[in-house]
């Protein structure tokens, strides 16, 4: 049954992935597969026998079960699905919708120049830093508008939240030095991606799938960023040291409109490459996991093992509460992107029981942090950075301690690898409604100081 299960997972992340098909559409082709499988069992074939012979029955995802097939080519059931006339679409790579939007968004970096906000490399720069994703993540947004072929109710889905983060970020009367300034420039990118995510779903976010496809791309765009970046710098930095002997007064232009004009468009470049290759990056991705997650599971587990002997957390102040909470960050991330990466027909191995030794060791450390940050407000009170970290942590501490229960149930074969991804996608939203409270309800709890 467990293998079964672990079939029936797999085919339905496949067909969730389909743009015209959504959450319910799925529960319900999943409710007529098992129908067929249990009829089949019935007459006397085999679990597998009878997955396959189900799924060739399926005859409204037929191409999806051939893509399955191409994904999987070694695979028995590829004889009964995949026919030699049946040649997939070539998806339109959209390059030159990307390249234009890229341009709109480089350009528009400095549209608030115009009207005397200063530069955004500048001191006067702070209107930028809270803009900042309102000035580039429509963009891309309206790009997955543009090629999911959303509806207009859909549009207005999308919109609300980059038109309320607008009035939010410049309607509010910041105090001089404003910690909850700084916590929404902070969180406002965190809570648009959510609506650039909803954009890429194609307005199907009640699909777990989607979900998981939103979690996987992001992973992917942040790889294809940072190497832009990194390139980008490099370019930049090369540039600067070859004008500066000739005319030392074209080197702080070029950072001041290049830079940030360079860094809106790559947004939108690192987005395409993730559409136009995903299939290399996939490749990547398994292999980006298993370098990594051995790596975080013995720092994590060094550093838990580390504050529990030394009894060093009663000594926490908050520049170091500040870098658990990156690191805590960092390891959501990987747990999710490991996630979304793996094969959820391929059985326990090594890497997702050192993955569980990562999130356990997180859960420790984030316990001893929670402990800190009590211990702080008890002794000097609540201030906005306190709150805000402390909901964040406890958000973590209930992710990770599910994700660790249900990879120990998966290791002992009791539940498939599917509940875990299940898990996941289900609780993600939490996070864009914590980091939109943030933004919104935070600032005026505290006066916006």
Do not use: C
């Amino acid at each position: 049954m467990a293998a079964l299960e672990a079939q029936i997972s797999e085919w339905r992340h496949y067909v969730g992935r389909s743009r015209g098909v959504q959450g319910p559409d799925v529960e319900e082709l999943e409710a007529h597969l098992r129908e067929q499988i249990d009829a089949l069992g019935g007459a006397g074939l085999a679990d597998d026998e009878a997955f396959l012979v189900a799924v060739k029955r399926m005859g409204a995802i037929d191409a999806l079960s051939r893509e399955f097939a191409r994904e999987h080519s070694g695979r028995l059931w590829k004889q009964l699905v995949l026919t030699a006339d049946a040649e997939p679409e070539r998806p339109s790579r959209g390059l030159t919708s990307a390249l234009v939007v890229a341009v709109l968004a480089a350009l528009a970096v400095h549209v608030p120049r115009l009207f005397g906000l200063g530069a955004p490399t500048g001191e006067e720069g702070t209107f930028y830093l809270r803009n900042a994703g309102l000035l580039v993540l429509p963009f891309l947004a309206g790009w997955f508008t543009l090629r999911r072929g959303l509806t207009r109710r859909q549009v207005l889905v999308t919109a609300v939240p980059f038109a309320v983060g607008a009035v939010v970020v410049n309607v509010y009367p910041w105090a001089p030095n404003s910690a909850t300034e700084l916590l929404v420039v902070l969180h406002l990118p965190v809570a648009l991606w959510f609506a650039v995510a909803y954009a890429s779903m194609g307005g199907a976010w009640r699909s777990h799938e989607r979900r998981m496809d939103v979690v996987r791309f992001t992973g992917e765009w942040f790889i294809y960023y940072t190497l832009i970046a990194l390139g980008g710098g490099v370019l930049l930095g090369l540039t600067a040291l070859i004008l500066e002997p000739v005319s030392p007064g074209l080197v702080e232009p070029l950072f001041v409109w290049v830079l940030p004009s360079g860094a809106a468009g790559a947004v939108l470049v690192a987005a395409w490459l993730v559409e136009a290759k995903q299939d290399v990056v996939e490749n990547m991705a398994p292999v980006l996991t298993a370098v990594f997650t051995p790596l975080f599971a013995v720092v994590l587990a060094g550093s838990a093992a580390t504050y529990m002997v030394s009894g060093f957390a009663g000594e926490f102040h908050r520049d170091v509460l500040g870098v658990f909470d990156v690191l805590l960050v960092v390891v959501l991330g990987l747990v999710l992107y490991s996630t979304s990466a793996r094969d959820p027909a391929r059985p326990a191995g090594v890497l997702d029981r050192l993955q569980l030794v990562a999130v356990a060791s997180a859960l420790v450390l984030d316990a001893v942090v929670l402990a800190a940050m009590v211990t702080r407000i008890g002794d000097l009170g609540w201030t906005p950075n306190r709150v805000a970290a402390l909901g964040l942590n406890l958000l973590l501490l209930v992710n990770l301690a599910r994700a660790a229960h249900l990879s120990v149930r998966f290791l002992a074969g009791r539940v498939a690898f599917h509940r875990l991804e299940r898990w996941q996608t289900t609780y993600l939203p939490t996070y864009g409604l914590w980091a939109a409270a943030v933004v919104a309800v935070l600032p005026p709890l505290f006066a916006f100081a």
